[in-house]
């Protein structure tokens, strides 16, 4: 069982930015499949990036350009860049690791992965 725990999040201005991480409690969680996620009140939780295990990146089409996904193994920490942030990527953004499948690159990882953490909240004003 891995153990995911979000930080960094905050409430900035449209246009700043901030960097979330995600600490992993197991080491080799960082071969795998991970990602983040958001969910705005009201809305359906979506896929933001994900990143192989390999270093390989995915992104939604309305953040790239924008978010960066990185992960330092050493560390056991994800991260997600975000810059230029506009009111519509407020919500509660949550990182996600996959328990065995080192690849991103099939589409079912959009609904979900296998271990959650409890969420970074982003809030960005107009």
């Known amino acids: 069982q891995v153990q995911l725990a979000e930080s960094g999040g905050g409430s900035v201005q449209a246009g700043g930015s901030l960097r979330l991480s995600c600490a992993a409690s197991?080491?080799?969680?960082?071969?795998?499949?991970m990602g983040w996620f958001r969910q705005a009140p009201g809305k359906e939780r979506e896929g933001v990036a994900f990143i192989d295990g390999d270093g390989s990146t995915r992104y939604l089409d309305s953040v790239k350009g924008r978010f960066t996904v990185s992960k330092d193994s050493a560390k056991s920490t994800l991260y997600l860049q975000l810059n230029n942030l506009k009111p519509e990527d407020s919500a509660l953004y949550y990182c996600?690791?996959?328990?065995?499948?080192?690849?991103?690159?099939?589409?079912?990882?959009?609904?979900?992965?296998?271990?959650w953490g409890q969420g970074t909240q982003v809030t960005v004003s107009s």
């Open positions: 197991l080491h080799t969680s960082m071969r795998y499949c």
């Open positions: 996600s690791a996959d328990a065995s499948s080192t690849s991103c690159s099939a589409d079912w990882v959009w609904g979900g992965l296998d271990y």
